[in-house]
């Protein structure tokens, strides 16, 4: 008889988090129970996403009923999908009560967000600052801002050392990952969701074809709009003079172009009129297909980067006045990528068939792969780990 383990989540489970979080490879080896914890610590996405028909899913909506669970089952591990909030801190609590080791993977890191620190507001978007610039704003406006980042962190990491005991390393970069880097938790140096897929995904052979793809962030209808209270980034105009900037790009470089979807979204209530166009949960196929790609800030980059495809980095002027913007043109600095302005009319749309190496190679190490990860699916390797120490 197979042992238990649980995946434990604070949003509504779907299915992008049964791939990402490798409950097929967990399976094999143990019996996995899914507890849904939205409808106790994220209500709001409990409402938006629709419940998954899936095996041994259990939707919790009290500490009682998760209390019961727990006595009812025994699980050697959980892996810990939860916030930071306060119920997750309780529930990490009941867990550690019931002796249940726990499992903390961050598989989607990003480059930091670079914002007044970098850019500053020119009438109604964001240029790059002047070396003067920058010292006046480091030196005054990032004290307050690091003694703030400083104290979260440090607080993290001291809950976190009584709750998690094996973190998954997935890059160099540790701004995501600093709040569970403590010494008293054990880590596994492996890779990303992106990295896992990329291993089964490059035994194939694919030949490239001759079209641009366009990787979609959903700027107005995402689901954390909702979930999170917050306003859509961009007018519905962003999506016209887009799909414009689409079809003057393609022209210019005699390519055909496609759109990949945000994976939360409905493929026929897109925002785009070209649904021929659009397609949906096929990013990482469609990039590797791909002569080009265009791109905002997505984890998606990833695999870009790994099947070494030139990427143009896009923004706008709605953008520029968010953080959305910042974080793209960042995204560029770091990969040496073009920028590209959506309503920038004198612009040279005639593009160069390469990429920068050193970029990409520096990228990979700090954000999608750790140096010291080997080419195994992450599940595979803790599994392995944790049939060693039993």
């Keep these: 008889m197979k042992k238990k383990v649980c995946f434990v989540t604070s949003t509504r489970f779907q299915k992008i988090d049964r791939d990402r979080f490798g409950l ?12 849904d914890l939205s ?17 041994n899913l259990y939707e919790i909506d009290n500490l009682k009923k998760l209390t019961k669970l727990l006595k009812k089952n025994t699980f050697q591990f959980f892996v810990d999908n939860l916030n930071n909030s306060f119920y997750a801190l309780v529930v990490r609590s009941i867990f550690k009560y019931y002796n249940i080791k726990s499992i903390k993977y961050i598989g989607g890191l990003k480059p930091p967000i670079l914002y007044r620190y970098i850019y500053r507001r020119d009438g109604i978007r964001w240029i790059p600052l002047s070396s003067h610039e920058k010292k006046f704003f480091f030196k005054i406006k ?4 690091k003694i703030k980042s400083f104290i979260k962190t440090s607080l993290l990491k001291f809950l976190n050392s009584f709750f998690i005991d ?30 896992n897929y990329f291993l089964e995904m490059k035994k194939k052979n694919i030949i490239e ?4 793809l366009y990787i979609d962030q959903n700027f107005i209808y995402h689901a954390d709009f909702f979930i999170k209270k917050r306003s859509p980034f961009v007018s519905k105009s962003f999506y016209s ?33 070209f649904s ?18 265009i791109c905002h800030y997505s984890t998606a980059v990833a695999f870009a980067v790994l099947f070494e495809k030139p990427i143009i980095s896009l923004t706008s002027l709605e953008l520029d006045n968010l953080w959305a913007g910042a974080q793209t043109r960042s995204m560029s600095k770091i990969l040496n990528t ?26 990979l190490n700090q954000y999608i792969k750790h140096p010291k990860s080997n080419n195994i699916n992450s599940w595979s390797t803790l599994i392995k780990r944790i049939k060693k120490k039993n």
């Design 276 to 293: 021929n166009k659009c397609y949906l949960n096929k990013t990482p196929e469609l990039i590797q297909k791909s002569k080009y790609v």
């Design 24 to 35: 097929k490879y967990i399976s094999k080896e143990y019996e996995v129970i899914i507890i």
């Design 209 to 212: 074809k001759n079209y641009i």
């Design 338 to 363: 073009p920028l590209y302005i959506l309503e920038e009319k004198q612009q040279n749309l005639k593009l160069e068939n390469k990429f920068d190496k050193i970029k990409y190679n520096n990228y």
């Design 166 to 195: 094996i973190v998954i390393v997935t890059g160099k970069n540790p701004q995501n990952l600093e709040g569970y880097l403590h010494k008293k938790i054990e880590r596994i140096f492996s890779h990303g969701f992106d990295y």
């Design 142 to 145: 990032e004290i307050p801002l």
């Design 39 to 55: 409808k106790l610590i994220n209500k709001r996405s409990n409402i938006i996403f629709n419940k998954l028909k899936i095996k």
């Design 241 to 273: 003079k887009l799909e414009k900037f689409l079809i003057d790009i393609s022209k210019k470089n005699n390519c055909d172009f496609k759109i990949a979807l945000h994976p939360k979204s409905i493929l026929d209530k897109n925002n785009f009129k």
